[in-house]
Each structure stands twice: as C-alpha cells, then as structure tokens.
Nanobody, 115 residues
Framework: QVQLAESGGGLVQAGGSLRLSCAAS????????MDWYRQAPGKRRELVAG???????NYADSVKGRFTISRDIAKNTVYLQMNSLKPEDTAVYYC?????????WGQGTQVTVSS
C-alpha cells in the first residue's frame, strides 16, 4: 500500500498564494509521475498539474502561468505552488500517483479563495 499525505491548503484572498505539499510513503517501488487534481462542489475532478520522474510537467490551461508543480524524488514529495489565486480555484485538491496499475489518492486538502 501507498499512502499520500497532503498539507498546505487554507483560506486566501484573491491574488494570494498557497503552497501544497504531498508526501508519499509505504510500499514505494517506482513512481513515474505524481499529479495534483481538484474537485469543486458540483463539478468533476480535474487534472491540475502533473510531473514525471524526468521533471516533465503539464498543466491545465486554467492554471498555466500561475501554478508551478515541482518534485523531490528522493523524498517522494510533490509540491504545487499556486500564485495569483482566483475564486474559481476554490476546490478540494488531491494528490495522485499510479504504481503497479493501481491509483492512489490523498485525502484532499481544501483551498478556498475569497473575492
């Protein structure tokens, strides 16, 4: 089993910044990529950003230029730096990874952006 522990969510005003962290632990063999997803009330869960073990990144169009994903492979940790936050960024943010054809999710961390 793999466990994912997220931290760093909270309440921030529009234009502010937050940094999310997610540490993976447990039976870790090989993690090719780690991702951040988010789910707003009444909406489907969507991919926000992903990063591979070669540091290749991808972002949702809605966050490009504002969010930065990074990864510490030695610590099995992924980060999401969120700048210029908007009220529409309000959601529960989930860390995700796949290993041995299984998906693992964190418990989620709430990000609320007030206008």
């Amino acid at each position: 089993q793999v466990q994912l522990a997220e931290s760093g969510g909270g309440l921030v005003q529009a234009g502010g910044s937050l940094r999310l962290s997610c540490a993976a632990s447990g039976r870790i063999f090989y993690i090719k990529a780690m991702d951040w997803y988010r789910q707003a009330p009444g909406k489907r869960r969507e991919l926000v950003a992903g990063i591979t073990n070669t540091m290749r990144t991808n972002y949702a169009d809605s966050v490009k230029g504002r969010f930065t994903i990074s990864r510490d492979i030695a610590k099995n940790t992924v980060y999401l730096q969120m700048n210029s936050l908007k009220p529409e960024d309000t959601a529960v943010y989930y860390c995700h990874l796949s290993q041995d054809l299984r998906d693992y999710w964190g418990q989620g961390t709430q990000v609320t952006v007030s206008s």
